[in-house]
């Protein structure tokens, strides 16, 4: 697959789906796709090696926080298949099959996962980060213009010194049966619209939608490492949910503002840096100015050519798996002189036949 679909998307659960729910959902899809029961089936294999996968993730507590903030990039793209066998995959999982299905010659399960009440609308929102800010992390406020609980009524929908009441068609449920023959038909509750509530007494300021439009501020703390391109979810800070359900979430698509002087690749920060033909040639020291303040002493061995690239390693930004940081790549120009005096070039000729480097248009005369 060119482009990794996302973990829940693969098994289909939501978001915020328990434990037990995204175990469920991929005991089946394990079930379906096994390659016992789909012998010479290339699609079904990779299907059961992409809901592995992304099982691997979400069933671990700390990988699948890592992913909900940063997609596959928080988790190291997930577990890597590349090269492996079937027989690698059932070995790497075989407590874990033991313990779903105690071998594969049983019977198949039934049921789905549970679904919850509709959360509310997730937010998109973009925010442009420095190469300073990416490399020490940092927090920043997005505004989001949208849906907010009304202060007037905390959200109640009801007028001051008043509250909704329960519903007496559904009893609070929000659906109501009727009952044809022997069969029992549920809907959407006529007199309460599915709430479960019933606002005699309206808010004046939200007319008792509960919410109200307004432009309110998110505080997102972007980790040092982060980079353009990748998103964060900020759980919770998306659009408000119906009555009793869940907001949705804020995601948050990141740009990096490009740094005069500076280029970013991946983890790895790259720099041009003029020398002397003196320095190229006998070797010196440079110090670069990181963005984020940083000193880095830089050796400039002797004979060095232009165009050469100095690495110093660790000195980029930070992984955001916490293991370690990039490197600093200094790519060397020399500097060459436009205007010399008569004994600058006079002792540049010496040094030519010093070093036997004089040019053949010297040696013919």
């Known amino acids: 697959m060119s482009e990794k679909r996302d973990y829940y998307e693969v098994l289909g659960v939501a978001r915020d789906a328990q434990e037990d729910e995204i175990r469920r959902a991929y005991r089946k899809l394990a079930l379906q796709f096994h390659p016992d029961r789909n012998q010479n089936n290339p699609e079904a294999e990779a299907k059961f090696k992409e809901a592995t996968e992304a099982f691997s993730v979400l069933s671990d507590k700390e990988k699948r926080a890592q992913y909900d903030r940063f997609g596959h990039a928080g988790v190291g793209g997930g577990f890597d298949f590349s090269g492996a066998g079937m027989g690698d995959i ?9 313990d779903f299905f105690g071998g594969f010659g049983g019977g198949g399960f039934g049921g789905s996962a549970r679904r919850g009440p509709d959360r509310g609308q997730d937010i998109r929102v973009q925010a442009t980060i420095t190469l300073e800010e990416a490399m020490v992390g940092c927090k920043k406020e997005v505004a989001i213009r949208g849906q907010a609980p009304c202060e007037t009524c905390d959200g109640s929908g009801a007028r001051s010194g008043t509250k909704p ?26 007199s309460c619209q599915g709430t479960g509530e019933v606002i005699a007494e309206p ?5 008792g939608r509960r919410y109200v439009e307004k432009t309110r501020k998110v505080l997102v703390s972007f980790p040092a490492g982060i980079d353009g391109g990748q998103r964060l979810r900020v759980p919770g800070q998306g659009m408000p949910g119906p009555t009793g ?3 949705g979430d804020l995601y948050v698509d990141v740009e990096m503002r490009p740094e005069p002087g500076f280029e970013r690749d991946g983890y790895d920060i790259g720099t041009r840096r003029k020398v002397s033909f003196a320095e190229a040639s006998l070797g010196g020291n440079l110090t670069i100015e990181l963005p984020d303040g ?19 390693r660790g000195k980029g930004l930070p992984r955001l798996d916490r293991r370690g940081r990039g490197d600093l790549h200094v790519l060397v120009e020399v500097h060459v002189p436009t205007r010399l ?18 040019p053949e248009r010297a040696q013919a005369g």
């Open 90 to 98: 059932f070995s790497h999982f075989q407590d874990m099959f033991s």
């Open 165 to 190: 009441t329960t519903c007496g068609t559904c009893r609070g449920t929000g659906q109501a049966t009727t009952q044809r023959g022997f069969i029992m038909f549920s809907t959407t509750c006529p």
């Open 203 to 207: 808010c004046e300021s939200c007319h």
């Open 245 to 247: 359900a869940p907001p």
């Open 294 to 312: 940083t000193s880095v002493p830089v050796a400039v061995e002797a004979g060095t050519q232009p165009g050469s690239v100095i690495t110093v």
């Open 341 to 358: 005096s008569r004994r600058a070039k006079k002792l540049l000729r010496e040094l030519e036949e010093e070093l036997g480097e004089v």
